[in-house]
Structure formats: structure tokens, C-alpha cells
């Protein structure tokens, strides 16, 4: 019997967030995760997704103390069992999100995403970039990237 073949994601902050909050595109992520799929992170998201979630426990009021805890916990036992691996951000990501921001304007942590897509396309040969941002994605799409709006 022949295997399907490995379908390489990166996931984008705002796309990731479906998958530890309940909102539109959490049934879609939850699929695609539920295949045999790598799934792919920039370093920054780390970041960028604990101060979400902060945001949510701390300035919105939307989730208490624990469930903070408890879903920063799912987050991170995601990435220690290889759910999620984790794409450094090098000095040549840094350099080619420099490159995508003499283009036009966007914030740099998209930079560092369209970048760190650039990048992990090349060496992996295949890649979708999966987004919830729908300038991302028009930008990927427009230089040829794989894409699919969550």
C-alpha cells in the first residue's frame, strides 16, 4: 500500500490561535492537524501567540488564570511532541523579511512569516502557508506560495 505523501505546512500566529481558541477555522485546523501533515512555526510565533493569549487573560477578561496556564501548557506540549517544530529565525530570514519590506508595507513579524516561508519553501521543496490574515495570504499567493486562508 503506498503512503500518501507528507504535506509541509507554516503556520501563521493568527491561524495557530484556532487551534488553543474556539473561533471561525478551528474545525478546519483541527482537520488538517489530524493528518499526516509537519507543521511548521516561526520562533517569533512563540511569542507572539503567549501575548495573545495574555491579552485574552489580562486585558480582555476572556479567559481566567488557569485556562492561560492550561492552554499555554497544550501550546508548548504541542511543540514537545513534535506537533509543531520550530523554524529559528536566522540572520537570513531577518535579511529576506528586509527584502519583502522594500517591497511594500507590512508589519515585521509578517515579514518574518513571508520570510520564514521563503526559506523553508526552498529547503523543503513544498510547503502550504496557512493564514487567517487575508493581506498574507494575497501577498504569498502573489509570489507564488502555496496558500490556503483559515
Known amino acids: 500500500m503506498k503512503k500518501a505523501p507528507v504535506t509541509n505546512y507554516l503556520i501563521d500566529t493568527s491561524t495557530l490561535?484556532?487551534?488553543?481558541?474556539?473561533?471561525?477555522?478551528?474545525?478546519?485546523?483541527?482537520?488538517?492537524?489530524?493528518?499526516?501533515?509537519?507543521?511548521?512555526?516561526?520562533?517569533?510565533?512563540i511569542v507572539e501567540l503567549i501575548s495573545n493569549l495574555k491579552r485574552l487573560n489580562q486585558v480582555d477578561g476572556v479567559i481566567d488564570d488557569n485556562t492561560f496556564t492550561v492552554l499555554k501548557r497544550t501550546f508548548f506540549s504541542d511543540i514537545d511532541k513534535g506537533a509543531i517544530e520550530i523554524e529559528p529565525v536566522t540572520p537570513l530570514i531577518i535579511l529576506t523579511a528586509v527584502e519583502f519590506l522594500k517591497e511594500t508595507y507590512i508589519t515585521p513579524?509578517?515579514?518574518?512569516?513571508?520570510?520564514?516561508?521563503?526559506?523553508?519553501?526552498?529547503r523543503l521543496g513544498s510547503?502550504?502557508?496557512?493564514?487567517?490574515?487575508?493581506?498574507?495570504?494575497?501577498?504569498?499567493?502573489?509570489?507564488?506560495?502555496?496558500?490556503?486562508?483559515?
Open 17 to 45: 490561535f484556532k487551534r488553543y481558541i474556539n473561533e471561525p477555522g478551528t474545525k478546519k485546523l483541527d482537520e488538517l492537524f489530524s493528518t499526516a501533515g509537519t507543521f511548521f512555526i516561526s520562533a517569533l510565533t
Open 127 to 150: 510547503l502550504v502557508f496557512l493564514s487567517s490574515d487575508h493581506k498574507l495570504v494575497r501577498l504569498a499567493a502573489e509570489k507564488g506560495y502555496a496558500t490556503e486562508l483559515i
Open 109 to 122: 513579524i509578517d515579514a518574518v512569516q513571508l520570510a520564514t516561508m521563503a526559506i523553508l519553501q526552498e
